[in-house]
């Protein structure tokens, strides 16, 4: 498993440094975390973090506005689901399911079935 960190240039008291988005890496897969606010910027950074991957999701964990605007534009650049689930299965496929992600995926996913 490897994690990109891809830093949103828009810092301020709230966001410190800036957003960060994560692009993590499950296999031949890679999943979006927090995309971000849409900066057109930020947003080719990711594409260029996520290189010619396939994109399994986009996964939003909160929706301030530093993390989750660019969601839609981001899974549908790449044609991804936006679910929980999809990082949920991921991680158990990928034998994660003791590490700290696997379990807010997991109660991330139960949110999303109750939508």
């Known amino acids: 498993m490897t994690i990109s960190i891809v830093l949103a240039n828009n ?8 957003t960060n988005t994560y692009v993590l890496e499950l296999g031949s897969q890679v999943v979006v975390i927090d995309p971000g606010p849409i900066m057109p910027d930020h947003m080719e950074n990711v594409a260029a973090a996520v290189g010619e991957r396939e994109v399994g999701g986009v996964l939003v964990t909160h929706h301030h506005p530093d993390h989750a605007p660019a ?4 899974a ?4 991804a689901p936006t679910s929980a689930g999809v990082l949920f299965t991921m991680l158990a496929a990928a034998g994660l399911s003791a590490t700290w992600l696997f379990r807010k995926a997991r109660i991330l ?7």
């Open 109 to 115: 996913a139960i949110f999303d079935d109750l939508d």
């Open 11 to 18: 810092p301020s008291a709230y966001t410190g440094p800036g």
């Open 76 to 79: 549908s650049r790449f044609a």
């Open 71 to 74: 969601a839609e534009s981001l």
